[in-house]
DNA sequence: CTGATTTGACCTAT
DNA sequence: ATAGGTCAAATCAG
């Protein structure tokens, strides 16, 4: 089968993916050397909205990513009714998901717990979660965590799957985003993509992304002016990103060669 | 009473 | 055969 251009987009928005749940694994550890060294409360409080930001815009990647795939066959052929009735998916398994590190299970959103299991050769149990709106939205969106092995005061959460719009979050006061709006749980829309070849290219990326992002990179300078010093390394880390992105609607591929988060901004927003 | 969590069984992919 | 993911009955908590 020949590669199309929604799998090159796909594989585009995973890697996408990757690179900023990495700036997010940075921005984690950040958060913890702002409270290893007793930094004020504000500024750890600036580090977790970095935090959150990257989270709500890996999550509105993904979804967006999730949306294109959705299409297809969403989890492969559907599994056989089983003796006793009820199919089972095995839903999570084989897909990459979203891997992101957090001090704590939680996020903004309502999850249920539905399975807990003993993995070999890891000390902690996995914990299985699903959208708690499942059944009332529909919303199809799961996690999974357990706690890292090198340090149990981290947990690994793998995101699988996108939340349905109507899913409400539980957000602590968020501050102004962008000219003032808060950041709505709206459907991730793609902008319509020129089909003429020699039209100028547009990274294309929902709303909610850019807005996140900007946002996340905002807070970012704002600790990279104060804290420069403290740990240059995992700042620059978490600013800095060779980023590729993917139309929500496929087929455009945009790329930040050797470029930056601030850069994926500025380019978006201009 | 209702909804969330626990937990062991069941099922599928490797 | 085994590991990992999911289901659903039992249990718990508000």
Redesign the pocket.
Known sequence: MATTADDTATAAASAACEVVAGARDSAVRLLALLKATGADPGRQNLAEQIIRCIDRALAAVRGADDGKKRGASVH?PA??S???G?????????EPGTRVLSPTMDDSF????????T???HSYP?F?F?C?YRDEHGCGA?K?VQQTQEDPSLFETTYFGKHAPACPRNDAPVPPVVEGTFLPQVPLLASPIPSDDKAPKVPSLPVEVEEELMQAKSNAAGLTEEYCLLDHHHLMKLVSADVSFASPAGGLVESVEDGSLEELVTLLWS
């Open positions: 492969g599994a056989p089983s003796p006793s009820f199919k089972r998916r095995m839903r999570c398994r084989g309502a999850w249920r717990k539905y399975g807990e299991k993995i070999n050769h996995r299985y699903r708690t799961k999974r």
